[in-house]
């Protein structure tokens, strides 16, 4: 039941990906036409691509992308051994866990603190616009938050990360 429940949830975060990369390609093509077709530029379109982008980097790599998605320095884990690995792996989780965590309460304020400020063309809130990092932080403290759960359950070494 849980696994049908993450599998809907990843089969989502993919959709709105998805979403996010067509909306962005469908306006660039629009900025496109408008610019060197009709010979009109629509000033707002470059603005809603970078916002499109900027939601799809951080959607994706919370939600979307997998471990073995990640750039990865692993010339040190990969010349040691399965349990030094461990060792390693839920270590590095921790510090990534207590960057991210100790940077949410300074996060959540400048976030909150931009809802006074618009973008110039579309007029959209900054507290929207920079809310994916916050919901991006809270991901990947979760995610490696399950990383040092599972590294610390195994008891198979040819199975370390």
């Not at 399950?146 to 198979?156: F, Q």
Request: proline content about 2%; aromatic content about 14%.
């Amino acid at each position: 039941m849980m696994r049908s429940i993450l599998l809907w949830l990843a089969r989502r975060a993919d959709n709105v990906a998805v979403g996010l990369l067509a909306a962005t390609f469908i306006i660039f093509i629009l900025q496109i036409v408008s610019r060197y077709i009709i010979r009109d530029p629509l000033g707002w379109t470059l603005e809603a691509c970078l916002l499109c982008w900027l939601w799809l980097v951080f959607w994706s790599g919370a939600f979307n992308l997998r471990d073995q998605d990640h750039v990865r320095f692993n010339v040190l884990s990969e010349a040691v051994g399965p349990r030094t690995r461990r060792v390693f792996a839920i270590l590095s989780a921790l510090a990534i866990i207590a960057a991210l965590t100790a940077s949410l309460p300074a996060t959540a304020d400048f976030i909150s603190f931009m809802a006074i400020e618009r973008t110039s063309l579309l007029k959209i809130r900054f507290d929207y616009v920079f809310a994916i990092y916050l919901i991006f932080a809270v991901a990947i403290i979760i995610r490696y938050a399950h990383r040092i759960y599972v590294s610390l359950g195994r008891t198979d070494e040819s199975r370390a990360p």
